[in-house]
């Protein structure tokens, strides 16, 4: 009980500090944004602010969803410790959609590649049609305890919109992040760096061949 009275608490922080944040995205993007913390095993929404375009992605305060399928839960996900990592990829990956990644280590090939982009990204694997991007959120001790995202339908994501959506839900994190009083741990020069003049999406050319598979 105290523990899971903790967890409320920081969840609460969390969503007090990350709200100016999560109101700069919905009104640069006009796109379903939330903000979601690790429970367990599984990736619980704690607040959301959703598009006001009648085709738009949804999802409620309070409910959980996948780690593995979501861009929110691999975001997290991919900065666990290692112990944590292998606990959760021990619970069979439910198949979600036909793009959802269900073998353990493909998923740790595309959770390496997150850990080096600071975005995750979610191509129709938790809701066919979906699409989604996602960045980790870290506390004062350089723990991962939430992920920010912008979640649309695909048909409103082409190239250039997937690469400015990932950049601002990347800069969301790190805003978020020291709201906190934390450190993102990846420098966001470096980050650019890696994918100046890359016209894909970062996580979309760096895990090619990744997603889909079984």
Known sequence: LVR???????????RTRARPVLEALHHRFNETVNL????????????????????RMAARVGVTDQMHSTALGKAILSYLPADEQDRILAYPLVRRTDRTITDPD??????SVIRQLGVAEDRGENEVGAHCYGAPVFDHQGHVVAAVSVAS???????????????AVRDAAADITERLGGRWPIERDWIESQTAGNSDAPIQEAASGVAGDD
Do not use: N, T, W
Request: aromatic share 4%; with cysteine; proline share 2%.
């Open 4 to 14: 899971l009275g903790q967890r409320a608490l920081e969840s609460s922080d969390v």
């Open 36 to 55: 979601g913390v690790f429970a367990d095993s599984l990736v619980a929404y704690v607040d959301m602010m959703e598009s006001d375009q009648g085709l």
């Open 106 to 111: 493909a998923l740790r090939c595309e959770l």
């Open 153 to 167: 339908p695909q048909s409103r994501v082409d190239v250039e919109r997937g690469r400015q959506i990932s950049e």
